[in-house]
């Protein structure tokens, strides 16, 4: 009972840690641009894909996989933010929700349309086996996916809050205007800003694929714990994301173990509605 | 007075269609246009009017048809009951959900109330009474005409078209009484309408409840004409997107934008289900969200407020300013 309590929470935390990654690149956006990408999660979709086309033409795992998808994706979240958000963050509420959401749409079905609606997944011994620490059985593809995670979230932290670049974008987020007086240019540090965090979701679905179901509506979930993620974190928080996405791996592993799989979501959703309505400002934010 | 007879000479349109285009794919499809017309203009009063953006609209919608169905089916009572039912239901959540979920500026209230749908869609899922993940459906055999079961698209058309009518109608007594000015002041800015002592809050919360009161009288006429409910038809969150996408199309805020919206979404969807059969399916949502990405990037007023702008052109040929001005009266 306690071992196999242990490996639930084990199994959660890696999964977080991963929830931890793509989330950090919406919070990323969102804190920088007021801008919320209702198509994050299908960004993090796009990332399964490409390792699932990786493994099914090169036959390679996520070695191979993971940078691709990182730089793919990295490049459409440039493409995304000359062509759609730089013109639609300055126009009305309605435009900036309709622009994302018909760009999830358009990602969603593409994927639906060209690969179809079956549940598609990687062979089970693409990474490894599964190991044996003091008891606890883990997967090595859960394994290799939570440690890169979570490395990569604290490098983004640290290239945030360590480095000119990072200060840059920081400034822009503070006032794009009193920046661009400095002679930094927003729109080259907003894309940047569009690359990591659609980079950091590519990553996060290939190394999600190695365990996870592929399907074109799975970024619906996936962009809901996305935004519950940066809700329970605090908007615009990368530290908030890691805290709040360990957590929400931690508390769906636990839910599902103990009261059953299909209310898993059910306990993700209200706690997310829970949060928006009696603290919006997120676990760790400032009232 | 020109105005009155340009929408006579459209509402005899819409009355003559199904008499002149008699197959009956075609008159199903008027029937369709006109039940999202419907949905989408009722998601207008609180997305359009009072400028927040619903994504969750489905619950209401949702409501009337699982109210319709589940009169029928578990009480073999007409669904025409389940109407009242489940306008009931809707401005009970609406009311309950509204409180805190209104408070919410922006992003905020959009992500909160694809929440509470998604919410609603697992709980239904789960839930043995309402059919869980099959859903609920009447009786094989209809009894009588209150059965609501026609072979025919015809009675539904009229009668879809009655409630459209109706909403429209109130819709446009709404946005002429106080609380449209309200509204209109609070989508401007809500802190400049509060500061100058327009109820915001309770505003805000009354349109809401409007709409959702309408919203599941759509979805219990959905219920009707296709004689069944399941989680994905009556509460997944594609229905949401439609209903708001027709909507900002046509051109949110204004009173004939989702009724434009629906009669050009509706066609183009079942025309290429049809043509492309299963394949289809996912092709038309990928025209749906391209079309979106045009809209938000070139025309967020909608196709309505593009031609209202041109038609005010042509007549007055005017100067710069009083375009802008015209337009802002429009919208």
Redesign the interface.
Known sequence: MTFTLVQVIVGGLLLGAVYALFSSGLTLVWGMMNV?NFAHGDFVMLGMYVAFVVYTLLGGGPLIGAPLATLLLATLGVIVYF??IR??MK?????????T??????????V??WFG?NFLSLPENLVGGTFDIFGIRIQASRLLAGVVALLVTFGLHLLLTRTTLGSRMLAVAEDATAAQLMGIRPDGMQAIAWAIAAGATGLAGALIATFFYIVPTVG?TLG?VA?VTV?LGGFGSVPGALVAGLLIGVIESLSGYLIGA??K??VV??L??GF???R?QGLMGKT | MRRTLWLLIALALVVAYPLVFTTPFQQRLGALVLLYAIAASAWNIVGGYAGQISVGHVVFFGSGAYAAMGAYAHFALSPLIGIPAGIVFAVLIAAVIGGPTLRLSGHYFSMATIAVAELARLIVTNTEYLGAAVGLSGPTVPRNVFDMSFISALPYYYLFLAILIITLGITWWMTSSRMGFYLRAIKDSERAARSLGAPASRTKLYAYMLSAGLTSVAGALYAMIFGFVDPESGLGILISVKILIMAALGGAGLLFGPFVGAAILVPLEEISNSLLGGKGAGLTFVVYGAIIVLIARFQPGGILALINRLWAKRRAKPTEESISKEASHAS
């Open positions: 919320v062509g759609l013109d639609i126009g009305p509420m309605l435009a900036q929700i309709l622009g959401f018909g760009l999830a749409l358009l990602l969603r079905y593409s639906f349309w609606a619906e809901i935004f809700s299909v209310y979501d059910i959703y209200a997310f509605l928006l309505w009696f919006p």
